[in-house]
């Protein structure tokens, strides 16, 4: 029997796994994984720098729902895709990142691209990682790589491939065949108990509310959360992954998990029940503010992962359960039961989750600059008019923002965004991910012009790919987040290293072989996001915006600008009281 390397063994699980797409940059380490690949015909897609090869990765994992692969070389291609490992892993994205090493039998010797200890750097930020020591165990090592990525609370694996141990002829009677690979999520259930004690906890609510986040998208439990939610009335808000589990228009869709504070700061209307399902407490649902879910509101939460449930405040029933699951337990646990009618609080809700609207209704669309507000709507409505349910990938500070109070997604993974690591940059991986996905979808991937400068090099990959992907630049001059922020603590006159210049991104991408364009008029932007997408290539809008208007999650985001006396405002986290004794006193 002929003899096989480690990257034809490696090629061959991952093909057994269902992996069919690998984005990744070259590195000589992996030669026979890259041959392997072809042989197995596992589709290559390379980038032009190792993060958006990881970020590819993610952006395939979060608009699947599947395993997204990505393949590095060793040394700064590692270090490269460390952000990316980082950010698929903060964020619960099932990912494999295979990266290559010096021979084993060159340790200490000063080799080529050694010299540090990748999985010791690697493990505490990964979910798990192992290097590989025989190339005979290389398919259940794999088995086990693609198990763990995917399973229970879904991250990001590393496993390392020294390029003696990929190279290595192996007998194929001496190979550890790949067992367990997976055969679907395991898909835990709620107890018929704990079920009943939700379904009572929401039914004594006066507001209720349910809270998805990432957890129910991956389960993919549209259809559950429907059934559920309509049998028991009870209206539901979501955070940007799970966007679309719910369709746009539904009366108990509520919108953005923001839309809680909404209702209590501008109605005086607090949710007094709330069942998070699938999603985290932390801060994507208000911190420990008060603004969203107040000290006094009562929480039921589900979670797959148990270490989650009670994360920043108690909790009053606590379920480690799938959300899929859990809304089938909980529906058949409420058959046949009356509900209070909380229609006219869903429709409190439901009317606020375009409360930007009211917030924004002065924009003037004559300006001379582009009010950024009405560049996204404009933009995002001309996408979804001109094409068939497009996938929003979002990047930049303030620049998401300004797009997705427009975007109405019709099912899940049509959103992708930041996240906990708040990384910029991963537009243009994602975008890559996602239009290898779904080829059959347009991409829009809209940035700022501080966020494009990370990955600019990324039009190559798209263009070399035939990847039609519509970048649209807010293009303000300015970092947004950071100087509004910087604005707010210490006034206009004191702004440091956050204004940028007035550049042609959009003759950057005409040179990589892209359509490209500057939009200086609000009236223009719709017929130029029409020619993007009708040029079937690459495009690219660079539109002119103004800098002056701040997004309200900006200023949310200063833990309370002024702060008082008592407290020093600082930027993204709460404000830190002042020591009113002197340490050590």
Known sequence: MAMLDGGELLARTLKQAGVDEIFALHGGHLESLFQGCVNNQIRLTDTRHEAAAGHAADGYARTTGRLGVCVVTAGPGFANAVTAILNAQLDASP???IVGAPPLREAETNPLQGGFDQMAMIAPAAKWAHRVTNPERIPVLAAQAVRTATTGRPGAVVLELPVDVLHMPVDPADVWPAHGLPRGRPRPSPSPAEAARVVEFLAGAERPAIMIGGGARLSDCGEALRRFVEQAG?????NTRARGLLPPDHPLNAGAFATLGVAAALKGLKADRVLLLGARLGLLTGGRSPGMLGADVRLAQVDIEPEEIGRVRDVEIAVCADAGSALEAFAAAAEGRS????SAWA????????????????ADPAAPLMHPYLAGKALVE????QSRDPIFVLDGGEAAGWAEYHIRAQRPGSILGHGYLGCLGIGPGMAIGAQRAFPDR?????????AVGFHIQEFDTMVRHGLPIVTVILNNQVWGMSIHGQDAMYGPNRRVITELADTAYDSVAAAFGCHAERVEALSELPAAMERALASGRPACLNVMVDGAPVLPATLALLGGAGGGEDEIVIPYYENIPRRRTPVGA
């Open 95 to 97: 990912t494999l990142f």
């Open 382 to 385: 001309a996408a979804q008019a």
């Open 339 to 342: 509900w209070p009618d909380w």
């Open 347 to 362: 429709g409190t809700l439901a009317a606020l989750r375009h409360a930007d609207q009211m917030m924004f209704a002065a």
């Open 234 to 238: 009870v209206p539901v808000v979501a």
């Open 442 to 450: 347009r991409v829009i991937h809209v940035t700022g012009d501080g």
